[in-house]
């Protein structure tokens, strides 16, 4: 007996929306005053976490409800790119983080989603273990590095620097990981009729 699949609008989707749609409340806040105005830096601190919980939730809920969908499993990482690539830019604009980690992060996020984009002629690919713990440690790099970091205490700056180390690492590792697999997808794959 098969079950029906789940509706493609649903909660879970549309907090991965929601989280698209807050990107450039963000965006404004910590452009505003300059980009260094420590309350507007805790403002869009605070809209940056709220975005990155949604990615916590809308997966958790999707899971647990039986609502997962192919659009939400194409979605979902896109929603994070954005949210992660906008911060990354924004923040190497406003001389806050080294350019290099921008434009390593982001060939890579944006080779695999690519990457995704062609694979979808035989699968869906979903994001994997490493690639979520890509994610939250990239988010919580990120949030360190959005606090207003000339008024707080060294030791934050110190470990903003440290998870995003980590979190480089663990990007490119991944991505390579991705690519064995869309390498091997690709080698044993049949092309379904009429794609």
């Known amino acids: 007996m098969s079950t029906a699949p789940a509706p ?3 909660l879970a989707n549309a907090l991965t929306f929601a989280r698209i749609a807050l990107v450039p409340f963000f965006a404004w806040a910590l452009l505003a005053e300059g980009g260094h105005d420590p309350q507007w830096r805790l403002v869009a601190t605070a809209l940056f976490v709220v975005a990155a919980v949604t990615d916590r939730l809308d997966g958790w809920y999707a899971r647990t ?5 192919d659009l939400g499993k194409l979605l979902d990482p896109i929603a994070d790119k954005l949210l992660i690539g906008t911060a ?3 923040l190497s604009a406003l001389g806050d983080l080294p350019w290099w980690v921008t434009v390593v992060i982001l060939v890579r996020e944006l080779g695999i989603t690519v990457m995704r984009f062609f694979l ?7 994001a994997s273990r490493g690639g979520k713990l890509k994610t939250v440690l990239q988010s919580v790099a990120i949030g360190l590095y959005l606090l207003p970091l000339d008024s707080l205490p060294g030791l934050v700056e110190v470990a903003a ?3 995003m180390g980590a979190a ?9 990981d991705y690519v064995r697999v869309a390498a091997r997808i690709r080698r044993t794959a049949v092309v379904p009729p009429g794609v």
């Open 8 to 10: 493609v609008w649903n």
């Open 65 to 69: 409800r039986g609502q997962v969908t």
């Open 88 to 90: 990354l830019v924004l």
């Open 120 to 126: 979808l002629r035989y699968v869906v690919l979903p």
């Open 161 to 163: 620097a440290v998870v």
């Open 168 to 176: 480089v690492v663990v990007t490119v590792v991944t991505g390579v």
